[in-house]
C-alpha cells in the first residue's frame, strides 16, 4: 500500500465517528469558502487603504486564482487524470462531488493562490496589515484542503500539489504585477 493511499485512510477513518467532528468536517470542506469570500469582500469595501491599492490586489488574487486554478490544475488533469478516493475505495464520503479528476485539487490550487498573492502583495503594498490577512487566508486553505481528505474527496498527495500550483501561481502573478506597476510608475 502507497503512503498516499495509507495517509488517506488515517485522516478519513476519522469520519463517520463523531457527529460534531463530521460537521466541522463539512463546513470546511463545503461552506467555508463563502465564509472566506465574505470575509475579503468585507475587508476590501471596509479598508481605508487607497482604492487603487485596492484594485491591484484584486486583480493580482483573481489572476492568481485564475492562472491556477483554470489554467494550471485544468493543464494537468489533462495531462494525468487520476479518479477520487471514493471511486476506488470504500471511503466514508462524507460530501457528494461529481467523479471529476482528483488531481490535483481546484479547491487546494486555489486557495492557496489567493493566500500567496495575498502574501506577497500585501508584504510589498499594503505592510501593517496585510501580513495578518494573508496568515487567515493560509489558515484558511489549510483547513478547507485537509476537510477535502478527511470528506473522501481528495487523497493528501492532490492537495499537496494543489497547494505547490497555487503558491507557484499566487507568487508569478504578484511578480508580473509588480513589474507592470514599477514599469508604470517609470513612464
Request: aromatic share 18%.
Amino acid at each position: 500500500m502507497d503512503f498516499d493511499f495509507w495517509l488517506f485512510q488515517q485522516i478519513n477513518n476519522l469520519a463517520g465517528r463523531w457527529t460534531v467532528l463530521d460537521l466541522v468536517g463539512i463546513f470546511f470542506a463545503s461552506y467555508a469558502q463563502y465564509v472566506v469570500a465574505t470575509g475579503l469582500a468585507l475587508f476590501l469595501f471596509l479598508s481605508k487603504e487607497d482604492r487603487i491599492k485596492k484594485y491591484y490586489l484584486v486583480g493580482a488574487s483573481a489572476g492568481a486564482v485564475i492562472l491556477s486554478r483554470l489554467i494550471f490544475t485544468e493543464i494537468i488533469r489533462w495531462i494525468w487524470w487520476r479518479p477520487r478516493p471514493f471511486i476506488d475505495h470504500a471511503v466514508n464520503l462524507l460530501i457528494n462531488h461529481d467523479n471529476d479528476g482528483s488531481f490535483p485539487s481546484g479547491h487546494a490550487a486555489f486557495f492557496f493562490a489567493l493566500a500567496t498573492a495575498f502574501y506577497f502583495f500585501n508584504k510589498k503594498f499594503f505592510p501593517e496589515h496585510g501580513h495578518r490577512i494573508a496568515c487567515l487566508l493560509f489558515y484558511a486553505a489549510i483547513l478547507i484542503s485537509l476537510a477535502r481528505v478527511f470528506a473522501g474527496v481528495h487523497y493528501p498527495s492532490d492537495i499537496l500539489v494543489g497547494a505547490l500550483v497555487g503558491a507557484f501561481g499566487g507568487w508569478l502573478v504578484v511578480q508580473l504585477y509588480v513589474k507592470i506597476v514599477s514599469i508604470k510608475n517609470n513612464l
